[in-house]
């Protein structure tokens, strides 16, 4: 670029040393990765195939280059499976959902989730990594989270998606169930999500999961509760997640409870192997059987296998506190 003129990012550039330091910011603010046309605003293409062919700088694929020598970091082969999916293109799904805090689940294959918007032209190039590439008639600029980089988007829209993609039914409802566990969104955004997506896989699956969700069964063992042991054997419908005080005063989360009878049920997860958090639970069943509730418990694997079994103790203990069920 011929001195005087301004850069690709509103930098006026009077001297060589200008346009070095304008590449060193781009490259600080973009992880070092670049498309050619950008960094050829800032250098000749003579300098550019210089720093290509010493090593210096690396090509992972056509028109994208990565100012370092050595590995990509994780952030890097995001950004450069971004600026190859070209124009209106954002990390989505799981990938986009981790950038914003979601854990707990691990793409096996390691795969980053693109998602473009339909009609583009796909590319002709092969992508330089482990890409899976969606098409959406639903992607609009609103969709983008405003300020995250690298373009991805907004957590409500990543977690329906990653719940449409995901392989199973179940595990759409445990995204679903651990993005508002994990507070990173509410109910009535991933409600406003899916409704405004008639196309998308799983609506009814996604709906019906949500409402439950918005009930109050936020652990995906709460959900299969709901729906293998009350719906199914057809008991009274209970409250759950409900804010009681226990003996001492202490604000405690019920998971499960059935008022009129004073019967509490709990489910216990992989989390209740901790130590800590078993007695934690002990002390609370303890602090509220003292308050005359009864409290079963059930360990999360024997609801979704055995759920006859845990409808039946239920039943039997409604039944001895004078509830018809």
């Known amino acids: 670029m011929p001195l005087g003129q301004v850069s690709a990012d509103g930098f006026f550039m009077t001297s060589i040393s200008d346009r070095l330091q304008a590449l060193e910011n781009r ?6 990765v670049l498309d050619t046309g950008s960094a050829l605003t800032y250098m000749t293409p003579d300098a550019l195939r210089w720093r290509l062919k010493s090593g210096r700088w690396q090509q992972p694929c056509r028109g994208i280059i990565v100012a370092q020598s050595g590995p990509l970091s994780t952030m890097q082969m995001l ?3 971004v600026l190859w999916a070209g124009r209106g293109a954002a990390l989505g799904g799981l990938t986009a959902a981790k950038l914003q805090g979601f854990r707990g689940f691990d793409d096996k294959d390691d795969a980053i989730h693109l998602i473009r918007p339909a009609g583009r032209a796909r590319r002709d190039t092969r992508p330089p990594l482990r ?3 969606h098409y959406s008639r639903n992607l609009t600029p609103a ?3 405003p300020v995250r980089e690298p373009p991805q988007t907004r957590i409500a829209r990543s977690l329906v998606d990653a719940a449409a993609w995901m392989g199973t039914d179940r595990g759409a409802q445990a995204v679903l169930a651990t993005g508002v566990q994990q507070r990173l969104v509410r109910v009535a955004d991933l409600i406003s999500e899916v409704d405004r997506n008639q196309r998308v896989r799983r609506r ?4 019906t999961t949500l409402a439950d969700i918005e009930g109050g069964a936020h652990a995906l063992s709460e959900l299969d509760f709901t729906r293998l042991v009350v719906r199914q054997f057809h008991l009274p419908e209970p409250d759950r997640q409900v804010a009681r005080r226990d003996r001492q005063g202490r604000r405690r989360w019920l998971d499960v409870v059935w008022e009129q009878a004073r019967l509490m049920v709990e489910i216990d997860g992989a989390a209740h192997i901790d130590v800590v958090q078993y007695w934690d639970d002990m002390d609370r069943g303890n602090s509220f059987t003292l ?3 009864q409290v079963l418990r059930f360990p999360a694997w024997i609801i979704r296998y055995r759920p006859e079994e845990v409808a039946a103790h239920i039943r039997e203990a409604l039944r001895e506190a004078g509830c018809p069920c």
Do not use: G, M, P, T
């Open 27 to 32: 490259l600080a603010w973009q992880d070092s």
């Open 291 to 293: 308050q005359h509730y």
């Open 143 to 145: 969709d983008i989270h």
């Open 79 to 81: 950004r450069v499976a």
């Open 204 to 207: 009814q699956i996604l709906r």
């Open 131 to 133: 890409l899976v590439v």
